[in-house]
């Protein structure tokens, strides 16, 4: 696993639609700039880094509320930023392969969005907390294995030929996480346009609720 990082002592609030620290803003802005496989990897990474504060960390019910609402955040932002700008290009460049590895990968994130439903209605006191996180990490690691070591280096290798189609889709990726939903909707499906027309309508009652949740501090 990877380190964590020490988290210091000032709240923050979702602002301009990132409850973020000022840290990983600038490292999502070095990944809109770098790769589609880079931009994916750094969210699979900040998924992890999250989850892991709110296991290795089951006395402290504020730090896990703070960490499993952050978890909720960006798991939800990824997800559909994946569906709408990932697996298209992954259709597109990829043929008949492209399509069945991301109807495969459409599957696995609903079942995924189902359980996290649940999860973000709850509270970090409650006795199922940290076994229902547990729950959506098993299958979640799974698929972010098959992704990093399966999908992405499939879809690289066939961007090769277009200079500067990776890096194109790094940036649409990272944009479009900015408008849609920060909480799992699964009702939505995940296929454009349906899913976007349902984005644009539930994201910005999503980010008004983010006001009035508790999010990890930063220094």
């Known amino acids: 696993m990877f380190a964590l990082r020490t988290v210091a002592t000032r709240s923050i609030r979702p602002q301009a639609f990132r409850p973020v620290t000022q840290q990983l803003f600038f490292r999502h802005q070095i990944a809109a700039m770098s790769s589609m496989t880079s931009a994916i990897v ?22 896990q509320q703070r960490f499993g609402n952050q978890f909720v955040w ?9 569906e709408l700008v990932l697996y298209p290009a992954m259709e597109k460049h990829l043929g008949s392969e492209g399509h069945n590895l991301a109807e495969n990968d459409r599957k696995e994130h609903h079942s995924v969005k189902e359980q996290l439903k649940v999860f973000q209605g709850m509270s970090a006191s409650d006795p199922d907390y940290i076994a229902k996180l547990k729950e959506i990490w098993g299958p979640l690691s799974q698929h972010i294995k098959e992704e990093e070591e399966r999908d992405l280096p499939k879809l690289e290798e066939a961007l090769r030929a277009s200079q500067g189609e990776s890096e194109s889709l790094a940036a649409s990726f990272e944009r479009t996480k900015k408008f849609v939903p920060t909480r799992s909707h699964p009702s939505a499906g995940e296929h454009p346009p ?3 027309v349902m984005g644009l309508l539930t ?4 980010k008004v ?9 930063t220094s």
């Open 203 to 206: 994201a910005p009652i999503d």
């Open 42 to 63: 750094e969210d699979h990474r900040e998924l992890e880094e999250y989850y892991n504060e709110v296991i290795n960390n089951p006395t402290n019910h504020d730090h």
């Open 209 to 217: 609720a983010d006001i009035f949740r508790k999010f990890p501090k």
């Open 194 to 196: 349906f899913e976007t």
């Open 74 to 82: 960006e798991l939800a932002r990824h997800s559909v930023g994946e």
